[in-house]
Nanobody
């Protein structure tokens, strides 16, 4: 059974930090590009960060550049999102996404983890 399970979300004060994890099972992550998305209340889901299957290339939304770092450990089938200097605008449900970078196209989503930044 294919699963992406996010963890690490919680309530944190502004300026604080969190590390989210996304554990994959049921498929081989080494052929998948992995991403973190987020969705705040009343807003559309947006791409936060992306990492290629080898980990050699990453990209970030402008709003998180310099504060967030995406990484992966294919030996553990896990992707991470290190978040520093958190702001109230970072409050959202964070979702993990996996897309196979070769045919056939396959895509998986996690169930999300809540991050709340508030004093």
């Amino acid at each position: 059974q294919v699963q992406l399970v996010e963890s690490g979300g919680e309530l944190v004060q502004p300026g604080g930090s969190l590390r989210l994890s996304c554990a994959a099972s049921g498929f081989t992550t080494s052929t998948y590009d992995m991403s973190w998305y987020r969705q705040a209340p009343g807003k559309e889901r947006e791409l936060v960060a992306q990492i290629t299957n080898t980990g050699h290339w990453t990209m970030y939304a402008d709003s998180v550049k310099g504060r967030f770092t995406i990484s992966r450990d294919n030996t553990k089938s896990t992707v991470y999102l290190q978040m520093l200097s958190l702001k109230p605008d970072d409050t959202a449900v964070y979702y993990c996404n996996a897309v196979q970078n070769r045919v056939p196209f396959k895509e998986y989503w996690g169930q999300g983890t809540q991050v709340t930044v508030s004093s």
